[in-house]
């Protein structure tokens, strides 16, 4: 079996870097063993955390993977897009100078080539970590190639020429998902980009459409306007990042308002057509209305689909096309030999819940375990800017359960460090169960939200109360000083009229 070959665009320093590590042409695989305590399909993070952590307990492991290790996040995703992202905010902060005090002679202006080629020289220099070679060195046995489910404990690998036989005791499902893209008529033959794709190029689209206004869109969309492309986004709900609470989706919706990215709700997309260079997206609007959006590329956000095509029929796994393989609490399949984590079977499509899920599965999988992927407390973060961050139940999924909860908000136009930082449109919101201080969710929107929700999600592992947070002292002046101002705000509905009699009435005595 040799390796099959792959191209990563453009062809560079940096991506020669990356192609060496994550799928390195001259990768000559290893004897099979006789038989494996767990092979895993799939090498982005659920897989790389299920096989390094298998074998450093002891285990022997197999890591198949048909393209690039590290899988969406470190390729596609995460990585780069975060890269990207910074540029863009450098680019906001300059314009944003003058209202600071801070002057330039002449209009900044982005060098999108640059962006990008820095872009790919972190990405090479992260790719170290998630490489062919650290993997064996850790122990794991990798095999680079198509790999489908061959027989009851087999595996069967493809690769540029050849098959190899993987045998198991149990074997792990990680092949994570990729880009959904909508059938609308045209979209095929007009071309367009991905996640997959968009962090290929090297010249900035002047004018770009982007389909969806989910967090992939949403980021994108944002990153390429600061960045000098003209965006327009189509999105078929009433505001952006719909999954998100209204207050903190209307934060976000306002900036890009006021960016200069325009925002075409409600919409449908019905066909693409493409004249030239040029494609334009015909839409009509929930009124009934129709438009047309001309531009030089497309780029499609439209959700994940699972990555399900390796022959699970034969094996007993059950799943569906969009939602993936379906899998217990504790992560085992329809065939308990088979077990799953990642984004090919959670709803929570994340880097940080595909580490977690794959921590479940290996102690599922290979020592009897009963953990559960729902006692995970799973936050999130979309990096718009603001970000807004998450974690626990929204006001309306506490509804939905029937729980009553008690709303606290603290604004940042209250807290002196945004004042002074001039980022004031955000707020910390906590939610916790009507009367208690106990914390079942939380929002943070703010400049850096996803570095502040840390401190609510440890309250909610650790069963911290927001009334104890009041206790916790922050340095002055911080945003983060938000949350134990939420915790002064508990402490004071204590307070109760007959509290206070009680207080003054000792106070007047011991005068």
């Not at 790919?120 to 790999?147: P, Y």
């Not at 069967?156 to 005791?169: A, H």
């Not at 309306?396 to 359960?401: G, L």
């Not at 449109?425 to 996803?450: E, L, N, P, Q, S």
């Given at each position: 079996?040799?390796?099959?070959?792959?191209?990563i665009?453009?062809?560079?320093e940096?991506?020669?870097?990356?192609?060496?590590?994550?799928h390195?042409?001259?990768?000559?695989?290893?004897?099979?063993?006789?038989?494996?305590?767990?092979?895993?399909?799939?090498?982005?993070?659920?897989?790389?955390?299920?096989?390094?952590?298998a074998?450093?307990?002891?285990?022997?492991?197999?890591?198949?993977?048909?393209?690039?290790?590290?899988?969406?996040?470190?390729?596609?995703?995460?990585?780069?897009?975060?890269?990207?992202?910074?540029?863009?905010?450098?680019?906001?902060?300059?314009?944003?100078?003058?209202a600071?005090?801070?002057?330039?002679?002449?209009?900044?202006?982005a060098?999108?080539?640059?962006v990008?080629?820095?872009?790919?020289?972190?990405?090479?220099?992260?790719?170290?970590?998630?490489?062919a070679?650290?993997?064996?060195?850790l122990?794991?046995?990798?095999?680079?190639?198509?790999?489908?489910?061959?027989?009851?404990?087999t595996?069967?690998?493809?690769?540029?020429?050849?098959?190899?036989?993987l045998?198991?005791?149990?074997?792990?499902?990680?092949?994570?998902?990729?880009?959904?893209?909508?059938?609308?008529?045209?979209?095929?033959?007009?071309?367009?980009?991905?996640?997959?794709?968009?962090?290929?190029?090297?010249?900035?689209?002047?004018r770009?459409?982007?389909?969806?206004?989910?967090?992939?869109?949403?980021?994108?969309?944002?990153?390429?306007?600061?960045?000098?492309?003209?965006?327009?986004?189509?999105?078929?709900?009433?505001?952006?990042?719909?999954?998100?609470?209204?207050?903190?989706?209307a934060?976000?919706?306002?900036?890009?308002?006021?960016?200069?990215?325009?925002?075409?709700?409600?919409a449908?997309?019905?066909?693409?057509?493409r004249?030239?260079?040029?494609?334009?997206?015909?839409?009509?609007?929930?009124?009934g209305?129709?438009?047309?959006?001309?531009?030089?590329a497309?780029?499609?956000?439209?959700?994940?689909?699972?990555?399900?095509?390796?022959?699970?029929?034969?094996v007993?796994v059950?799943?569906?096309?969009?939602?993936?393989?379906?899998?217990?609490?504790?992560?085992?399949?329809?065939?308990?030999?088979?077990?799953?984590?990642?984004d090919?079977?959670?709803?929570?499509?994340f880097?940080?819940?595909?580490?977690?899920?794959?921590?479940?599965?290996?102690?599922?999988?290979?020592?009897?375990?009963?953990?559960?992927?729902?006692?995970?407390?799973?936050?999130?973060?979309?990096?718009?800017?603001?970000?807004?961050?998450?974690?626990?139940?929204?006001?309306?999924?506490?509804?939905?359960?029937?729980?009553?909860?008690?709303?606290?908000?603290?604004r940042?136009?209250?807290?002196d460090?945004?004042?002074?930082?001039g980022?004031?449109?955000?707020?910390?919101?906590?939610?916790t169960?009507?009367?208690?201080?106990?914390?079942?969710?939380?929002?943070?929107?703010?400049?850096?939200?996803?570095?502040?929700?840390?401190?609510?999600?440890l309250?909610?592992?650790?069963?911290?109360?927001?009334?104890?947070?009041a206790?916790?002292?922050?340095?002055?002046?911080?945003?983060?000083?938000?949350?134990?101002?939420?915790?002064?705000?508990?402490?004071?509905?204590?307070?109760?009229?007959?509290v206070?009699?009680?207080?003054?009435?000792?106070?007047?005595?011991?005068?």
């Amino acid at each position: 079996m040799t390796t099959p070959t792959i191209e990563i665009l453009p062809r560079d320093e940096h991506n020669a870097r990356l192609l060496a590590n994550v799928h390195p042409p001259d990768w000559t695989p290893p004897r099979p063993a006789a038989r494996y305590n767990l092979v895993v399909i799939g090498a982005g993070t659920a897989g790389l955390v299920t096989a390094a952590g298998a074998a450093g307990l002891g285990a022997k492991v197999a890591l198949v993977e048909r393209a690039l290790m590290g899988g969406d996040c470190l390729n596609v995703g995460c990585v780069p897009s975060k890269a990207v992202i910074r540029s863009s905010r450098e680019m906001a902060d300059v314009g944003a100078g003058a209202a600071l005090g801070v002057r330039l002679p002449g209009p900044a202006q982005a060098d999108f080539a640059a962006v990008m080629a820095r872009m790919r020289q972190v990405r090479a220099r992260l790719s170290e970590i998630d490489s062919a070679h650290r993997f064996r060195g850790l122990g794991v046995d990798v095999f680079l190639g198509d790999a489908r489910f061959s027989g009851p404990d087999t595996v069967t690998v493809g690769g540029g020429s050849g098959n190899t036989t993987l045998r198991f005791k149990k074997a792990v499902i990680a092949t994570g998902a990729r880009a959904a893209v909508p059938p609308v008529p045209g979209l095929a033959e007009a071309g367009y980009l991905t996640n997959e794709t968009v962090f290929s190029l090297t010249e900035r689209p002047a004018r770009l459409a982007v389909l969806g206004g989910g967090p992939i869109g949403c980021e994108l969309a944002q990153a390429f306007a600061r960045l000098g492309s003209r965006v327009t986004l189509l999105h078929t709900g009433d505001h952006l990042l719909n999954r998100e609470d209204d207050d903190a989706a209307a934060i976000v919706q306002r900036g890009f308002e006021a960016e200069g990215v325009a925002l075409v709700l409600r919409a449908t997309v019905e066909r693409v057509e493409r004249a030239g260079a040029e494609r334009t997206v015909h839409y009509r609007t929930a009124a009934g209305a129709p438009g047309a959006v001309a531009a030089d590329a497309i780029l499609v956000a439209a959700g994940r689909a699972p990555n399900v095509d390796l022959g699970l029929e034969a094996v007993g796994v059950a799943y569906d096309p969009q939602t993936g393989v379906v899998v217990d609490d504790r992560l085992r399949t329809t065939n308990p030999r088979i077990y799953a984590c990642g984004d090919v079977c959670l709803d929570t499509k994340f880097t940080h819940a595909a580490d977690f899920s794959a921590r479940v599965v290996i102690q599922n999988a290979l020592f009897l375990g009963r953990k559960r992927v729902s006692a995970l407390t799973m936050p999130w973060c979309t990096y718009t800017d603001p970000e807004i961050a998450h974690v626990g139940l929204y006001e309306r999924d506490a509804r939905a359960r029937g729980i009553e909860v008690d709303t606290w908000i603290q604004r940042f136009a209250d807290v002196d460090r945004a004042v002074l930082d001039g980022e004031e449109d955000g707020f910390v919101k906590v939610h916790t169960r009507k009367g208690t201080d106990r914390i079942v969710g939380a929002t943070v929107v703010a400049r850096h939200a996803g570095e502040m929700l840390n401190e609510l999600t440890l309250a909610m592992v650790a069963g911290v109360g927001l009334g104890r947070i009041a206790s916790v002292i922050h340095p002055y002046p911080t945003q983060a000083d938000a949350i134990r101002k939420l915790g002064d705000q508990y402490n004071r509905t204590r307070l109760t009229p007959g509290v206070k009699r009680a207080f003054t009435t000792w106070l007047r005595w011991t005068r």
